[in-house]
């Protein structure tokens, strides 16, 4: 007699389709010829929204989540504060999350015992970028250290060694032009690390303009797909520019951060000059809010396990 009243498939039957997972939609993204896109989000709230709005990729951007955590994007936040928000955005949402790994948060051990658990926590990848431990953020100050490119390397190898599925994609950050150590050694440490086993290179620079990742694209040519963050030459580059230069995927690093700074001191401000909440005119409806989190879906599941639900009468 069976005691099990349940209609289940059997397990192999329900198994994802193997690449259909997160990982292997990025990766096929990375590897498409059509330009893709990343939204910064750096909390739940901000992973399912972007994701509402259509978003195929979400940054898990380290400037932002430790902005919004209250603490420098120094490496102030320990790696398990971090993932623990990287996990949040990740069953907030169902595409894939590209997590900002600094520089490894160490040496090459630090960096693969991260790199696994990010995939853990359900990551599509992990960049990791060439500098030294604790890193300073891109756009801070002059002085950007680089860790010496074979420890780089070494240390994209212990990563790529500890995956589990085959199609995580470790992005491969190379700050030299941050650093101003010229076009040449950008190229190059691309190169090494290309060798070395990553699956894509992410290009920055903080200039104004576009021209060094215009250049850095036309030398690199098509030996891995390029990763941009265009936080400083984006109002003065026409996206199309990027498309022209066969770059993959642009991320959009800390846009939705900076958004809810400016909106919440505005609203701050508002409000303790007034002593009033009337006459804001930007807040979001809750009926927003519930929408969003999907208030509804409790009532439903009520009705699915208790049969004297009235919604079953
Ligand atoms: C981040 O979002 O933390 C980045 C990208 O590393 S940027 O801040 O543009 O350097
Ligand atoms: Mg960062």
């Given at each position: 007699?069976?005691?099990?009243?349940?209609?289940?498939?059997?397990?192999?039957?329900?198994?994802?389709?193997?690449?259909?997972?997160?990982?292997?939609?990025?990766?096929?993204?990375?590897?498409?010829?059509?330009?893709?896109?990343?939204?910064?989000?750096?909390?739940?709230?901000?992973?399912?929204?972007?994701?509402?709005?259509?978003?195929?990729?979400?940054?898990?951007s380290?400037?932002?989540?430790?902005?919004?955590?209250?603490?420098?994007?120094?490496?102030e936040?320990?790696?398990?504060?971090?993932?623990?928000?990287?996990?949040?955005?990740?069953?907030?949402?169902s595409?894939?999350?590209?997590?900002?790994?600094?520089?490894?948060?160490?040496?090459?051990?630090?960096?693969?015992?991260f790199?696994?658990?990010?995939?853990?926590?359900?990551?599509?990848?992990?960049?990791l970028?060439?500098?030294?431990?604790?890193?300073?953020?891109?756009?801070?100050?002059?002085?950007?250290?680089?860790?010496?490119?074979?420890?780089?390397?070494?240390?994209?190898?212990?990563?790529?060694?500890?995956?589990?599925?085959?199609?995580?994609?470790?992005?491969?950050?190379?700050?030299?032009l941050?650093?101003?150590?010229?076009?040449?050694?950008?190229?190059?440490?691309?190169?090494?690390?290309?060798?070395?086993?990553?699956?894509?290179?992410?290009?920055?620079?903080?200039?104004?303009?576009?021209?060094?990742?215009?250049?850095?694209?036309?030398?690199?040519?098509?030996?891995?797909?390029?990763?941009?963050?265009?936080?400083?030459?984006?109002?003065?580059?026409?996206?199309?520019?990027?498309?022209?230069?066969?770059?993959?995927?642009?991320?959009w690093?800390?846009?939705?951060?900076?958004a809810?700074?400016?909106?919440i001191?505005?609203?701050?401000?508002?409000?303790?000059?007034?002593?009033?909440?009337?006459?804001?005119?930007?807040?979001?409806?809750?009926?927003?809010v519930?929408?969003?989190?999907d208030?509804?879906?409790l009532?439903?599941?009520?009705?699915r396990?208790?049969?004297?639900?009235?919604?079953?009468?």
């Amino acid at each position: 007699m069976s005691i099990s009243t349940r209609t289940e498939s059997p397990e192999s039957a329900r198994q994802p389709e193997a690449g259909s997972g997160r990982p292997g939609r990025f990766r096929r993204m990375l590897a498409s010829p059509e330009l893709s896109f990343a939204m910064e989000a750096h909390d739940g709230l901000s992973a399912r929204i972007a994701q509402a709005e259509g978003f195929r990729a979400l940054w898990a951007s380290g400037l932002s989540i430790s902005t919004a955590m209250g603490l420098r994007d120094n490496n102030e936040a320990s790696w398990s504060q971090f993932l623990q928000v990287v996990e949040l955005m990740a069953d907030a949402t169902s595409v894939p999350i590209v997590v900002d790994g600094d520089s490894g948060h160490g040496n090459f051990n630090s960096a693969r015992r991260f790199f696994r658990k990010a995939e853990q926590v359900g990551a599509a990848a992990v960049s990791l970028e060439d500098k030294i431990f604790p890193k300073m953020n891109s756009f801070v100050g002059t002085e950007h250290e680089l860790a010496p490119a074979e420890e780089f390397c070494a240390k994209i190898r212990a990563c790529k060694d500890s995956q589990q599925d085959p199609e995580f994609c470790l992005i491969a950050r190379t700050e030299s032009l941050i650093a101003g150590v010229g076009m040449r050694e950008a190229i190059d440490r691309a190169e090494q690390y290309r060798l070395a086993g990553a699956d894509a290179i992410f290009i920055h620079s903080k200039k104004q303009v576009s021209d060094e990742i215009v250049e850095f694209s036309q030398e690199w040519g098509e030996r891995l797909p390029l990763v941009i963050a265009p936080t400083t030459y984006a109002a003065t580059t026409p996206t199309d520019i990027f498309r022209r230069c066969g770059i993959s995927t642009v991320i959009w690093a800390n846009h939705s951060m900076r958004a809810a700074f400016a909106a919440i001191r505005q609203t701050c401000r508002e409000i303790r000059d007034t002593e009033s909440v009337s006459h804001l005119e930007t807040l979001a409806p809750l009926s927003n809010v519930f929408d969003l989190l999907d208030y509804d879906e409790l009532e439903r599941a009520e009705s699915r396990f208790f049969t004297d639900h009235p919604m079953n009468g």
